[in-house]
C-alpha cells in the first residue's frame, strides 16, 4: 500500500471516529482497501439523511477512480444511482490526489441539489462500482459458500434482487443444510455483490434480531474460461442428492471445481 493512500486511510479513521462511521471491510496488496463510511447530509426539508457510502480504493489509487457504492434506507435505487454517478464526476476532477474526505463533504453539501435535479429519480436502479483499471473486463465466475440462513425466504428474495439489480446470473443451491452461491457476470459487480452481502442485515439472529451476515466464505473465483457454461439467468434451485448436485457443475464445466471445493463440505 503506498504511503499517501495509508496516510489517507488514517486520516479517514480519526475524522469518522463515531459509532459505526467507519469500517475497513477488506485490505489487500492486489486489490487494494475497501471500506464504508457512515455520514448524514441534508436532503428535501433541511431533513438529515443518513448514507452508506463503500469505496474501493485499487491498488494504483490515486491515479485512478475509486469504486463508489451508495445506499441509503431514505433513498430509492435510482437515486443511490445518481448520488454515486455525481461523485465520480467530482473525483475526476480530484484524480492524483486523495480525495475520500473532499468527496464526502462534497455529498454533504450537494446531496439536495442532486435528489433536485429532474433526471434523478429515472435510473435504472443498478449501484454499481466504477471500473478501474485493475480490473479484467469480461465474465468472472465466484463461488460462495453460507453457513446457514435463518430468515430463509426474506434472504433468498434478497439475494435474487441484489443478482438482477447487478445483472449477475448463477445459480442458488440448497442441498441438505449445505448452500452455495454461483455468481456470473461482470467483476465489478460480483466484488459489490460481496460488499452488500457483508454490509446488509440480510438474516436475523437466534433471538430474531436483523443482523449482517458474517459467515459467508468465497470458496472459489476466476475468470470465465471457455470449458464453462454461460448461464442466461439467475435461478433457486434445490437438490435432493449430492449426486444431483453434481450433475449441476458438470453441466455447467465445472466438475474440477466441484471436487476441490463442495465435496469437502458434506465430510
Known amino acids: 500500500?503506498?504511503?499517501?493512500?495509508?496516510?489517507?486511510?488514517?486520516?479517514?479513521?480519526?475524522?469518522?471516529?463515531?459509532?459505526?462511521?467507519?469500517?475497513?471491510?477488506?485490505?489487500?496488496?492486489?486489490?487494494?482497501?475497501?471500506?464504508?463510511?457512515?455520514?448524514?447530509?441534508?436532503?428535501?426539508?433541511?431533513?438529515?439523511?443518513?448514507?452508506?457510502?463503500?469505496?474501493?480504493?485499487p491498488v494504483n489509487y490515486p491515479?485512478?477512480?475509486?469504486?463508489?457504492?451508495?445506499?441509503?434506507?431514505?433513498?430509492?435505487?435510482?437515486?443511490?444511482?445518481?448520488?454515486?454517478?455525481?461523485?465520480?464526476?467530482?473525483?475526476?476532477?480530484?484524480?492524483?490526489?486523495?480525495m475520500v474526505h473532499e468527496l464526502v463533504l462534497w455529498v454533504q453539501q450537494s446531496l439536495k441539489h442532486i435528489l433536485n435535479q429532474p433526471e434523478t429519480g429515472s435510473g435504472s436502479g443498478q449501484c454499481t462500482f466504477a471500473a478501474s483499471t485493475t480490473v479484467d473486463d469480461?465474465?468472472?465466475?465466484?463461488?460462495?459458500?453460507?453457513?446457514?440462513?435463518?430468515?430463509?425466504?426474506?434472504?433468498?428474495?434478497?439475494?435474487?434482487?441484489w443478482a438482477s439489480d447487478l445483472r449477475l446470473t448463477g445459480r442458488l443451491m440448497f442441498m441438505g443444510k449445505i448452500i452455495l452461491i454461483l455468481l456470473q457476470g461482470d467483476r465489478n459487480s460480483i466484488k459489490e455483490y460481496l460488499i452488500l452481502q457483508k454490509t446488509s442485515k440480510v438474516d436475523v439472529d437466534s433471538s430474531g434480531k436483523k443482523c449482517k451476515e458474517k459467515m459467508i466464505s468465497v470458496l472459489f473465483e476466476t475468470k470465465v474460461q471457455t470449458e464453462h457454461k454461460r448461464f442466461l439467468a439467475f435461478e433457486v434451485k434445490e437438490y435432493s442428492s449430492l449426486d444431483e448436485l453434481q450433475k449441476e457443475f458438470e453441466t455447467a464445466g465445472l466438475k474440477k471445481l466441484f471436487s476441490e471445493f463442495v465435496l469437502g463440505l458434506v465430510k
Request: aromatic share 6%; charged share 25%.
Open 1 to 57: 500500500m503506498a504511503g499517501r493512500v495509508r496516510e489517507e486511510l488514517s486520516a479517514l479513521a480519526a475524522i469518522f471516529c463515531g459509532p459505526d462511521e467507519w469500517e475497513v471491510l477488506s485490505r489487500s496488496e492486489t486489490d487494494g482497501t475497501v471500506f464504508r463510511i457512515l455520514t448524514k447530509a441534508e436532503g428535501f426539508m433541511d431533513a438529515d439523511i443518513p448514507l452508506e457510502l463503500v469505496f474501493h480504493l
Open 63 to 98: 491515479s485512478c477512480l475509486p469504486g463508489i457504492a451508495v445506499s441509503s434506507e431514505h433513498l430509492t435505487r435510482a437515486q443511490c444511482v445518481a448520488v454515486k454517478e455525481k461523485l465520480l464526476q467530482q473525483a475526476e476532477k480530484l484524480l492524483s490526489e486523495p
Open 138 to 161: 469480461g465474465l468472472w465466475i465466484t463461488l460462495l459458500h453460507l453457513d446457514h440462513m435463518r430468515a430463509k425466504t426474506k434472504y433468498v428474495k434478497t439475494v435474487e434482487k
